[in-house]
């Protein structure tokens, strides 16, 4: 059984993350979203939204699960028994960003397998660093959001603001 592992932060779910995994789950039997946890850093939305999240947008693919994990992505990857992680490449710095982090994994775990899909080019410039700034200050996320999940990262990312502004 090959088992691909698709890792990020998905802070929020794009509809680039979602063509990624639609994709790639069309080559393996079984592909795990997961869904990073990271202490040092401050994500806009909880664990439990991100997971919610991926698991809204793909619940009708098959053979796609989520799940949240910490720590290193090879301890995960050994877990579950996969065969390759997956990524997404939007341009020429995140080819150089994943070729050291492949390096540094197979340094880890010999077996270890990345493989590197590129992102339609409708969705080059689609990043969840983007979503957040337009969708914070009002901004049509339409184009950027599945459907399915549009509406709560919209409201979402405009009550933080607000509560910002509220403590100001």
């Known amino acids: 059984m090959r088992t691909f592992i698709y890792p990020g932060s998905f802070d ?3 509809k680039g993350h979602a063509d990624i995994a639609r994709r790639a789950a069309l080559l393996c039997d079984r592909l795990i979203v997961a869904v990073m946890t ?22 009708n693919v ?11 992505l090879v301890n995960f990857y050994k877990e579950n028994g996969a065969t390759a992680v997956v990524r997404g490449l939007r341009s020429e710095s995140d080819f150089r ?21 590129p992102c339609r080019s409708d969705l080059t410039f689609t990043s969840s660093s983007i979503v957040r700034e337009v969708a914070t ?10 459907d399915e999940i549009r509406s709560f990262v ?7 603001v607000e509560g910002e502004e509220n403590h100001a």
Not at 62 to 72: D, H, K, R, Y
Not at 154 to 160: D, I, V
Request: hydrophobic fraction near 40%; charged fraction near 20%; proline fraction near 7%.
């Open 62 to 72: 098959p053979g796609v699960s989520v799940s949240a994990f910490g720590g290193l």
């Open 137 to 146: 200050y009002g901004g049509d996320i339409t184009n950027m959001v599945p």
């Open 97 to 117: 960003f994943e070729a050291e982090l492949a390096a540094a994994n197979k340094l880890l775990y010999p077996s270890f397998e990345m493989l590197l899909l």
């Open 154 to 160: 919209a409201e979402h990312l405009r009550r933080t």
């Open 12 to 14: 929020p779910f794009t």
């Open 38 to 59: 990271n202490k040092s850093k401050s994500p806009a939305f909880s664990t439990e939204d991100r997971v919610w999240m991926a698991t809204e947008c793909l619940k």
